[in-house]
């Protein structure tokens, strides 16, 4: 990992500086990509603002910056995004300290503020040092989320349009995703919607998927499988419901996509998981259907009154063992399994020790 400190005047930091929102935030005569193409916009509140400003003027010392030079021999902020923008937008005149606006400084404070130095770090290396790195280092103000991290390792066309499709308010995949119902977690902005078709179409592997693409020249590859999922589930499952929002549903796709499901019968089979008391999670009704594995349900268990009643009535003896264990040793169980049609009452309620009740279960 290459870390060379530079001192650069906030003249030539500036050069160039324009905000286009949710297009970026460019300065350093267009070199430098102060906030790139649709990332979340992290903006000082008014008192940070000007803390930066009036620490400059005083030339006092602000923190140090780190750069991330791109494969373009470009730049992007990886830290110290919010104290750039606050000194572009002083100078800029878009906001006042102390009811001064830049313009209405004499020449000789003018001059100061353009001739301060900022302390900035130049990091390179390659895309894992930086990665490390980067970790390490994000520590402070507004932190950057994991895929924010990636994004300023693995830059070039391929992210380019893989944030056009993903990373945009009202961006194409959220229209997708909340076509009908909402079936992704997050905000396009803070690029989660981006994370999770990652972590989807290469099983969580997201740091080998964007190694692997990331001098593409477009992201249609992952767009056509995030459409492809998507479709599948509208698919799969015919009427939305909210629990449906979050399910992992990418994994599920590339487990089941294959299979003929009969989707009259899926929905009778969600209207009784619904109705069914000893059901608690109705989100894991949708995996659930799909694996038959009942874990994914959460289903009711035996309280603490009940598995102690039950314990009494045994006199401390495992039903299959006949040995006597302490209450702690013991776990209650179905006599009847759920799937059978057993409830979570008293009636259906025995207690093993825990090696039998393992066995029973099949752990």
């Not at 001192?7 to 930091?13: D, L, W």
């Not at 989660?192 to 989807?200: F, G, I, N, R, V």
């Not at 992992?248 to 009259?264: C, F, M, P, Q, V």
């Not at 259907?289 to 603490?304: A, G, P, V, Y």
């Amino acid at each position: 990992m290459k870390i060379e400190l530079h001192k650069i005047s906030v003249r030539k930091v500036i050069v160039g500086y324009k905000d286009s929102a949710e297009e970026g935030v460019v300065a350093f005569g267009g070199k430098l990509d102060i906030r790139p193409k649709y990332q979340r916009e992290f903006v000082y509140k008014g008192h940070q603002r000007d803390a930066v400003i009036e620490t400059i003027k005083n030339g006092f010392p602000l923190n140090v910056m780190y750069w991330v030079k791109t494969n373009e021999g470009n730049y992007e902020v990886l830290d110290g995004q919010q104290r750039t923008i606050s000194i572009g937008q002083y100078v800029n005149g878009d906001f006042s300290l102390n009811n001064f606006n830049f313009h209405n400084l004499t020449d000789e404070e003018q001059e100061q503020i353009l001739d301060y130095e900022l302390m900035i770090y130049f990091c390179e290396g390659t895309d894992r040092e930086k990665l490390d790195w980067f970790k390490i280092i994000n520590i402070a103000g507004e932190k950057l989320t994991d895929q924010e991290l990636r994004n300023a390792v693995y830059t070039g066309p391929w992210l380019s349009d893989a944030k056009l499709k993903f990373s945009k308010t009202n961006c194409a995949a959220y229209l997708l995703a909340n076509d009908g119902g909402q079936l992704v977690n997050g905000s396009p902005i803070r690029q989660e919607y981006l994370e999770t078709a990652l972590s989807w179409i290469n099983n969580e592997k997201i740091e080998d998927y964007m190694a692997k693409h990331q001098h593409d020249k477009n992201a249609e590859d992952l767009w056509q499988y995030f459409q492809d999922v998507i479709a599948w589930v509208h698919k799969t499952f015919i009427k939305y419901r909210k629990e449906m929002k979050g399910v992992e549903w990418g994994r599920l796709y590339n487990s089941y996509k294959d299979i003929a499901h009969d989707t009259k019968g899926i929905e009778e089979k969600t209207l009784k998981l619904i109705d069914d008391d000893e059901v608690q999670s109705l989100k894991g009704i949708y995996e659930y259907i799909l694996t038959d594995e009942e874990k994914h349900l959460n289903l009711r268990q035996f309280d603490h009154k009940t598995k102690r009643k039950i314990y009494e009535k045994q006199k401390g003896k495992c039903i299959w063992c006949k040995k006597t264990f302490e209450f702690e040793e013991m776990e209650a169980d179905h006599i009847t399994p759920w799937h059978e049609g057993g409830k979570t009452d008293s009636k259906n309620c025995q207690m093993l020790c825990k090696d039998d009740n393992r066995k029973k279960s099949g752990k």
